[in-house]
């Protein structure tokens, strides 16, 4: 007698897979067992890259920020960065080592969030509740240096918009200490708690070739031990004149990627310190700032809490680009990585995906579905004007 | 097996505070620089209509005022983004800020949410004050 083979389809999403927002994971099922996977995305597609073609430079950069809640510093950056290559624009030394400062907060509470995510996927509430209160010291320390908790608007073409004031440094100090303190603790229970460590170790292995074969970026590269770090190999920002490491971890798994984001806390919050002590004086804002950009191409790569984020305007001159293209870590990793969950447990689901860090704000794009034959196509923008609806 | 690392700290907070507010009765007190609910002084505003072409989500309406023969700002707080733009860009830093928190959006009142500049003056019957 043969051997029945039963094959089950089950949809994770769009409501609530691993994480609170809306992607489906269609994946297929024998018995336990993965068999397959599929990354159903498009539920919170806005028309981003559309909507930056209708807005002036400046605008812009406000609006790109709103493109992800989480990382919306190193979007606005980014963007401005991008400008600035476009415009031939200077940064004063004093604003690159502001958004150095604000950049490495937000990648602090970034860090922390999806640490207290995990916990509370693998059903340790207990720890989620606690990062989460720790992490609400960072949200406040960027409400001071920025004006909002978490839409910053801080970075504006050419500079930042506001400046420091040694107050707000002492502050950022004594809280710093504090919350270094608790992640030195949180480090202890990653890396020695029985429960984590039997959900999240040899979970999602990724090898090194693997990771480097399917271009994911990050910390899920890093987790597999390839040193790669947009900071250190393309440094934007003031991030040449600031001291800091590269963690790696050789494992690969769940448990690595997210050891990788522990550590990097660390990292950031030492970088936050020498921000502040070696803090260059002078203005904060080039004297002239253009509105209008002379033709031409900009391309800006900076690393967010996530990986490797890309913007590329293309001008012809005028207050309006003429294309940007964002490119975030979080499209390359989800669709990319969702190989690793062929093959786990059902259970392991939630786990792997989480351990990505994704961010579906980032990651939607135009996708053309044609009704009649059920065939769907990615598009380039300049295809998609001369369709017919 | 070893415990559960957390055991210690969750038997110590079992002891404390809550860390969460009763929100409607208790507020977090936003930090100093809080980008709030901001309005126009209509005594300094010049009427140029810089802070409504720069508004990156279109929320500041120039409408035109005939007993005074201007046009003045009118910030629609329903669409605004508070990124402060305006504040950024008016010319004669006619706009009042404060920390005080945007409210939540209630549709049946949203004429709430529409706010009109404030003047401590009567309009002058030459019209343009100055000319």
Request: hydrophobic share 40%; charged share 25%.
């Amino acid at each position: 007698m043969s051997k029945q083979i039963r094959i089950i389809e089950i949809p994770v999403g769009p409501q609530h897979p691993a994480i609170h927002e809306p992607i489906q994971l269609r994946i297929w099922v024998d018995g336990e067992e993965v068999v397959n996977v599929k990354v159903v995305a498009g539920f919170n597609h806005r028309g981003v890259e559309w909507l930056a073609e209708r807005k002036t430079w400046h605008q812009n950069v406000f609006m790109c920020s709103r493109i992800c809640g989480i990382c919306n510093t190193i979007h606005g950056t980014t963007c401005a960065q991008c400008f600035e290559d476009l415009g031939n624009i200077e940064v004063p030394p004093r604003a690159r080592y502001l958004r150095v400062l604000v950049n490495e907060l937000e990648r602090i509470h970034s860090h922390m969030i999806i640490l207290a995510i995990m916990a509370e996927a693998i059903g340790f509430e207990t720890l989620f509740m606690l990062m989460m209160r720790d992490r609400e010291r960072v949200m406040y320390l960027k409400e001071l240096v920025t004006g909002n908790r978490v839409l910053a608007d801080y970075v504006t073409i050419g500079g930042v918009r506001r400046d420091i004031t040694t107050e707000i440094c002492d502050k950022i100090k004594k809280h710093l200490n504090y919350i270094e303190e608790r992640m030195k603790y949180y480090k202890k229970v990653w890396s020695e708690d029985p429960i984590i460590l039997k959900r999240l170790v040899d979970t999602g292995r990724l090898t090194a070739w693997q990771a480097i074969a399917h271009c994911v970026v990050g910390p899920m590269l890093r987790g597999s031990g390839v040193k790669s770090d947009i900071r250190k190999d393309y440094p934007y920002a003031a991030y040449d004149e600031v001291p800091f490491n590269v963690i790696t971890y050789k494992e690969g798994d769940s448990w690595a990627r997210m050891m990788v984001r522990v550590d990097e806390t660390f990292e950031s919050i030492n970088m936050v310190r020498y921000v502040i002590e070696h803090l260059p004086s002078g203005p904060i804002l080039p004297k002239v700032v253009p509105k209008k950009m002379p033709p031409g191409e900009g391309i800006s790569k900076t690393e967010a809490p996530r990986g490797e984020l890309i913007y590329h305007a293309i001008s012809k001159g005028g207050l309006k680009p003429y294309r940007l293209k964002v490119r975030t870590p979080s499209f390359t990793n989800i669709h990319n990585g969702a190989f690793l969950i062929k093959g786990a447990h059902v259970a392991d689901v939630p786990v792997i995906f989480t351990s990505f860090d994704p961010c579906i704000a980032c990651c939607e794009r135009v996708k053309v579905i044609d009704v009649r034959s059920g065939r769907s196509m990615v598009v380039p923008l300049k295809e998609l004007n001369r369709l017919r609806w | 097996m070893s415990l559960p690392r957390l055991l210690g700290e969750v038997l110590k907070n079992l002891f404390k505070k809550p860390i969460t507010l009763p929100f409607p009765k208790e507020e977090i007190k936003p930090a100093p620089g809080y980008r709030g609910l901001h309005k126009v002084n209509g005594d300094k505003c010049i009427g140029c209509g810089l802070c409504s072409i720069e508004c990156p989500a279109q929320a500041i309406e120039m409408k035109m005022f005939p007993e005074r023969k201007k046009r003045y700002p009118i910030i629609h707080y329903d669409r605004c983004i508070f990124c402060y733009r305006c504040v950024e860009v008016c010319p004669v830093k006619a706009y009042i800020i404060s920390e005080e928190k945007p409210p939540a959006i209630r549709f049946d009142k949203k004429e709430m949410f529409i706010v009109q500049p404030i003047f401590t003056s009567m309009p002058s019957k030459a019209g343009r004050e100055g000319k």
